[in-house]
């Protein structure tokens, strides 16, 4: 299969504007909009709508959460629908990101969880909360614990692989397997459409993300940090045989199943990684294919590793592909 021809005459201003989680999710955003001012009946709705696609349910919560006023009124909500799943599962996803940021006591997190757990027994979103808390405040043990509770309920999550990918990035030395193990075994258990084929390069860029950053961990909303005095080279961490052999099935899985990958809520961040990745790698030609279907929708994951400024690094990098194109 050929890839799609080099893009058209780009226009930078159109990618000055701050990366938005919602990931291109009309409704999302506009339930996110008016949460912000109060009205949670548009967030009721959505979830509502959403049922029990599991991995657009957590991309819609995950996004809904991190307002920093959404746990007030998700108090707010159950308040009047004490019966409310949806309303606990929002409730422990925005404690569990307030947490993580600092703004709220971890206990509180933790008993809102396992509220929701109660609550939503045959739901992992309650449990990609406690991740996302065991990542930031928690032990290794404690995000594969929150990890294999995502994974009995539903074992293709995305954000979930994710987020433990970058987990064992971090603690290489934990126990368990490493995180090269961890993605191939995901890719291994996953039917052949699913959008963990990616995981390996995922894999490899939270490495280098770790590396460069001196094992510290780096959160792609937050401002760039200064990389580490001896912070690995993003070209020579790609430019290895067997960067080169994931990059090259994962490019290859995107050819196939590329088309259909559009559908799944988070595949904007995939593509993200896989450009990401063959930018470094060198193969300009391809990136630059991949940059025409990113088009101005970068997600700040990885191109904020090594403490860059996501939004330049991608308009550098996409300069650079399309020319040498």
Do not use: I
């Not at 991190?66 to 108090?75: D, K, L, Q, Y």
């Not at 599962?89 to 929701?116: D, K, N």
């Not at 904007?268 to 790698?281: G, Q, R, S």
């Amino acid at each position: 299969m050929t890839p799609p021809s080099p893009p058209p005459v780009f226009s930078w201003r159109s990618a000055g504007t701050a990366p938005d989680p919602a990931l291109g999710d009309g409704e999302l955003a506009a339930a996110r909009d008016a949460l912000a001012q109060g009205r949670w009946s548009a967030a009721r709705e959505l979830l509502t709508a959403t049922g029990d696609d599991w991995d657009r349910r957590g991309h819609r919560l995950t996004v809904l959460a991190e307002g920093r006023s959404t746990g007030a009124w998700a108090r707010e909500w159950l308040l009047a629908e004490p019966d409310s799943k949806d309303a606990a599962v929002l409730l422990a996803c925005a404690t569990a990101y307030s947490a993580a940021c600092g703004r709220q006591r971890t206990e509180t997190a933790h008993e809102a969880v396992e509220a929701a757990a109660r609550a939503a027994p045959a739901d992992p979103s309650p449990w990609l909360a406690a991740l996302v808390l065991a990542r930031h405040t928690g032990t290794a043990g404690d995000c594969r614990h929150a990890f294999e509770q995502v994974r009995e309920r539903h074992p293709g999550h995305h954000h979930a692989h994710h987020l433990m990918a970058a987990a064992l990035a971090e603690h290489p030395r934990a126990g368990g397997p490493d995180v090269y193990d961890f993605a191939d075994q995901a890719v291994r258990q996953a039917p052949g459409d699913s959008p963990l084929a990616l995981l390996p390069v995922v894999a490899h860029a939270e490495s280098f993300r770790v590396l460069a950053t001196g094992g510290l961990r780096a959160d792609p909303y937050a401002a760039p940090e200064p990389p580490a005095p001896a912070a690995a080279s993003a070209a020579e961490h790609w430019s290895g045989r067997h960067a080169q052999h994931l990059v090259r099935a994962a490019f290859d899985w995107w050819l196939e199943w590329g088309n259909t990958a559009g559908g799944h809520p988070r595949h904007l961040v995939d593509l993200n990684f896989l450009t990401y990745a063959k930018f470094h790698e060198g193969r300009m030609a391809e990136a630059a294919a991949l940059f025409q279907r990113v088009g101005t929708r970068l997600t700040p994951a990885p191109w904020s590793y090594a403490g860059r400024d996501p939004r330049k690094a991608f308009r550098t990098a996409r300069k650079a592909a399309v020319g040498a194109a």
